[in-house]
């Protein structure tokens, strides 16, 4: 089991529907981040929070919406999505953005768009 | 030319195998190197961390960093089936991490 954990593990939503991710770490971390990964294909970085604000948005579609309630939460809001929006979304936290600190990934929310 | 490039794969190589999975990357500012291991239906696992060049060695895998070449490289010794995994290697700093496309290695028994 790793130390980022995310709810929920599978999601099914329609197009209209209004659904969040959501993503917790006690590591003590600083950074974390929403990532995007389709089949077969490497993570793409989507947000990253340092200090819970915002400091990376990879000029993701505003239908997705970060938020971090606190330095051990990361959510994603997600509203009126796209079938071309089903994938894996991976959370991530590290020590900082600094150099030194490697990301740790949770096993993500397999995400289905009907 | 892309950022990252590594061979997707298959590699398939029978227990206790040597394995080398490589990958070049083209910004020669990179200065992090990290490799992730990924099984199926998983997140990413953090398996090695460097910086700069030369070797880590840690337990089965040692990896390796070429600056000079940019080539990264990780090997596993005695590799088990239980090595069956997606490998990514990740060049770059936290909040720049390049991934690459991942080498899908199969150890069978």
């Known amino acids: 089991d790793t130390e980022v954990t995310q709810t929920p593990k599978h999601l099914v939503m329609g197009m209209t529907n209004k659904k969040s991710l959501k993503c917790e770490q006690h590591?003590?971390?600083?950074?974390m981040y929403w990532y995007k990964q389709k089949a077969k294909k490497p993570p793409e970085l989507m947000f990253v929070y340092s200090y819970e604000k915002l400091s990376i948005n990879e000029s993701v579609p505003s239908r997705f919406s970060p938020e971090c309630p606190n330095s051990s939460l990361l959510n994603l809001h997600l509203h009126a999505l796209q079938p071309e929006d089903s994938a894996l979304y991976l959370c991530a936290s590290s020590g900082g953005t600094g150099r030194n600190s490697p990301l740790h990934f949770g096993n993500g929310t397999r995400l289905t768009v009907t | 030319q892309k950022e990252v490039e590594q061979d997707p794969g298959p590699l398939s190589v029978p227990e206790g195998a040597i394995v080398s999975l490589n990958c070049t990357y083209s910004n020669s500012a990179f200065q992090y190197f990290m490799w992730y291991r990924q099984y199926s239906r998983k997140g990413p696992e953090l398996l090695m961390y460097?910086?700069?060049?030369g070797n880590k060695e840690d337990g089965r895998f040692t990896a390796q960093v070429d600056k000079s070449s940019k080539y990264i490289s990780l090997f596993i010794r005695d590799s088990q089936p239980s090595d069956s995994a997606t490998y990514l290697c990740?060049?770059?700093?936290?909040?720049?991490?390049?991934f690459g496309t991942g080498t899908r290695l199969q150890v069978f028994p």
């Open positions: 460097t910086y700069s060049s």
């Open positions: 590591m003590g971390h600083r950074a």
């Open positions: 990740a060049p770059g700093d936290t909040d720049k991490l390049i």
